[in-house]
């Protein structure tokens, strides 16, 4: 569990709060069956349930003057989208012992999913800022499903815009989709009968 400030750990008999990485904070933490994690300006920060263990981003994010690192929410293991500053951006994907990268999504990446052949699915994420008067306003989000393939990203034909959030059944080669068009209020629910 994780709050703005704190980290919470459950032992399966009590609450213990665990620090936070060097570099993030609440909200950029995720969590996978293995123990929480975050994208931090220096590199991938692991818990091993006693400290963060840190592993560093490979080139041209190592060490980089990074815009931001943030970790790809809802995503089939630890994603992290990068950006250099006045410079490259790409999605690093960490699997337990060497990073692979994909270039960065042609807006945000909003999730990435891989089914059991292997592909690479991911949610194009679109935002526009709605100004409300007489200052402030917020996000409106859609969104586009894109599919990896011959080292670009390519939008999926035939599904209607919205902010999807993909599932991946296991043991299966579906994909389940729904999300909303906040830009025009449209619900949508799809599947990957695109294939």
Same mark, same amino acid.
């Given at each position: 569990?994780?709050?703005?400030?704190?980290?919470?750990?459950?032992?399966?008999?009590?609450?213990?709060?665990?620090?936070?990485?060097?570099?993030?904070?609440?909200?950029?933490?995720?969590?996978?069956?293995?123990?929480?994690?975050?994208?931090?300006?220096?590199?991938?920060? +692991?818990?091993?349930?006693?400290?963060?263990?840190? /592993?560093? &981003? %490979? @080139?041209?994010? #190592?060490? *980089?003057?990074?815009?931001?690192?943030?970790?790809?929410?809802?995503?089939?293991?630890?994603?992290?989208?990068?950006?250099?500053?006045?410079?490259?951006?790409? +999605?690093?994907?960490?699997?337990?012992?060497?990073? /692979?990268? &994909? %270039? @960065?999504?042609? #807006?945000? *990446?909003?999730?990435?999913?891989?089914?059991?052949?292997?592909?690479?699915?991911?949610?194009?994420?679109?935002?526009?800022?709605?100004?409300?008067?007489?200052?402030?306003?917020?996000?409106?989000?859609?969104?586009?499903?894109?599919?990896?393939?011959?080292?670009?990203?390519?939008?999926?034909?035939?599904?209607?815009?919205?902010?999807?959030?993909?599932?991946?059944?296991?043991?299966?080669?579906?994909?389940?989709?729904?999300?909303?068009?906040?830009?025009?209020?449209?619900?949508?629910?799809?599947?990957?009968?695109?294939?």
């Amino acid at each position: 569990m994780h709050s703005s400030d704190d980290i919470w750990h459950w032992d399966g008999a009590s609450w213990r709060q665990i620090p936070r990485p060097a570099g993030a904070n609440g909200h950029t933490v995720h969590f996978a069956a293995d123990g929480p994690w975050a994208a931090t300006p220096a590199g991938l920060q +692991i818990w091993d349930g006693s400290a963060w263990r840190l /592993t560093p &981003y %490979p @080139a041209p994010f #190592d060490g *980089a003057s990074l815009s931001w690192a943030v970790g790809v929410p809802d995503s089939d293991g630890r994603w992290i989208s990068l950006k250099i500053r006045d410079g490259e951006g790409g +999605i690093l994907h960490w699997d337990g012992s060497a990073w /692979t990268a &994909y %270039p @960065a999504m042609p #807006d945000a *990446a909003g999730q990435v999913v891989v089914d059991e052949a292997g592909r690479i699915w991911g949610v194009n994420r679109i935002s526009r800022m709605v100004p409300v008067l007489p200052t402030g306003g917020y996000l409106q989000n859609k969104g586009t499903i894109v599919r990896f393939e011959d080292g670009v990203w390519e939008t999926v034909g035939g599904v209607a815009e919205a902010h999807y959030r993909v599932v991946h059944l296991p043991g299966s080669d579906r994909l389940y989709a729904s999300g909303e068009n906040q830009w025009n209020g449209s619900d949508h629910i799809t599947t990957n009968r695109w294939l």
